[in-house]
Structures are given as structure tokens and as C-alpha cells.
């Protein structure tokens, strides 16, 4: 089972900034099987990116993933005011499907 | 456009079993998969199981074995997830998920809040 740590554990934030997620595993993430989800306070997770780096239908391109191998980032290039959620990493490809611990981007 | 619709919340003892459901709208449950997962307040994500279409099988997460038990009626396309012998640390949003093989979740239901207290 993979297991995946994310950095911070909170990112303070204005507007208009630049937001930078780490997510790192364990092991090897074979085929860059890696998405991000997106979750606000009483919703359900949003799917951002998976493949590491393709965005899912409907995401704004603010939002980029990359990386390979054990090291991936989220980036927002520039933090819109509905952009500030906790973000979750997750592998996925063969079960089970595991999960980052998240990152909280607060507004400064 | 697939629509997950999750029954409401619960609230339990301890000791005793609550059956959460998940009606699919937008596509029939024989051209879907569905998983479950866990979250418990303030908490991360946790997978719990769900339908392994590579293996024809419903597969649970270790934690869950032997607790859980996931089914579905094709007739209604409707999910459930049982989950047995509740203790407070059961206390959690359960959601329900489409999944394909190598593909992350990509439509998720509102969630469902089951509060274990005595």
C-alpha cells in the first residue's frame, strides 16, 4: 500500500497569490496514477486532476499538476477567493486506493 | 451526467448497524461501479470498498472486514453500505463514489453524516 504524506498541513494565502501543494508517497506511483481533489466545508470532494497532470472536465486552468514518480505538485497559479479548501492527494490504478492527510489553504 | 443521491442522516447506538443508500441517476448501476469511503470530523478520506470490476468482486479495505457489507438492486440502481457493530469512532460523513478501473473518483454523493453515540 502506498503511502502518502502532503505539505504544509496549512498554507496561508491572499488572493491573487501563488499556491504551491506538495504531495510525496512512499513508493513509486507507477503510471503517475495521482489525483487531486478539491473540498470545501460540508461538500463532498471535487476531482481536480488525475494522470498527475490532466485537469478534469470543468477545472479551471489555474490549476496545474505535475510530477512523477514519488514527488507531485498542485499548483493555482493565482488563488481566486473560492479556491481556499483543504486539497487531497490520492493514488489510485490498483486497489486500495489510498489518500493524502490534505493541505488547508486559508485566506491571510 | 451520473447523480449520486445519499440517504439521510442517522444516528445509532453503540453496538448497533446502520444501512446508508446511494441512488444513481444518469446512468444504470450496470455501466457503473461504486465505491464508499469515510470521513470522520475534521478528518481525512478513507476508502472502504466497493465493486472491483477487474475481478467481478466487491472488495473491502481491511479495516472494514467482516463489519461491512456493500450491495446493490440494479432494479431501483441503488447502493447500500451496511456497516455493523458501531462504536463512537464510526462517527463520520460516509460518501459514495463512481469508480472505473485506473480512474480516480470522479462523481461523488452528498454525503451522509451516521453519529454513533449512547
Known amino acids: 500500500e502506498i503511502v502518502l504524506t502532503q505539505s504544509p498541513g496549512t498554507l496561508s494565502l491572499s488572493p491573487g497569490e501563488r499556491a504551491t501543494l506538495s504531495c510525496r508517497a512512499s513508493?513509486?506511483?507507477?503510471?503517475?496514477?495521482l489525483a487531486w481533489y478539491q473540498q470545501k466545508p460540508g461538500q463532498a470532494p471535487r476531482l481536480l486532476i488525475y494522470?498527475?497532470?490532466s485537469r478534469a472536465s470543468g477545472i479551471p486552468d489555474r490549476f496545474s499538476g505535475s510530477g512523477s514518480g514519488t514527488a507531485f505538485t498542485l499548483t493555482i497559479s493565482r488563488l481566486e477567493p473560492e479556491d481556499f479548501a483543504v486539497y487531497y492527494c490520492?493514488?489510485?490504478?490498483?486497489?486500495?486506493?489510498?489518500f493524502g492527510p490534505g493541505t488547508q489553504v486559508d485566506i491571510k | 451526467q451520473v447523480q449520486l443521491v445519499q440517504s439521510g442522516a442517522e444516528v445509532k447506538k453503540p453496538g448497533a448497524s446502520v444501512k446508508v443508500s446511494c441512488k444513481v441517476s444518469g446512468y444504470t448501476l450496470t455501466e457503473l461501479s461504486m465505491h464508499w469511503l469515510r470521513q470522520a470530523p475534521g478528518k481525512g478520506l478513507e476508502w472502504m470498498g466497493g465493486f472491483d470490476p477487474e475481478d467481478g468482486e466487491t472488495v473491502y479495505a481491511q479495516e472494514f472486514q467482516g463489519r461491512v457489507t456493500m450491495t446493490e438492486d440494479t432494479s431501483t440502481d441503488t447502493v447500500y453500505m451496511e456497516l455493523s457493530s458501531l462504536r463512537s469512532e464510526d462517527t463520520a460523513v460516509f460518501y459514495c463514489?463512481?469508480?472505473?478501473?485506473?480512474?480516480?473518483?470522479?462523481?461523488w454523493g452528498q454525503g451522509t453524516l451516521v453519529t454513533v453515540s449512547s
Open positions: 494522470g498527475a497532470s
Open positions: 490520492q493514488h489510485y490504478g490498483r486497489l486500495p486506493p489510498t
Open positions: 463514489a463512481t469508480y472505473r478501473s485506473w480512474y480516480p473518483f470522479d462523481y
Open positions: 513508493h513509486s506511483v507507477s503510471g503517475s496514477y
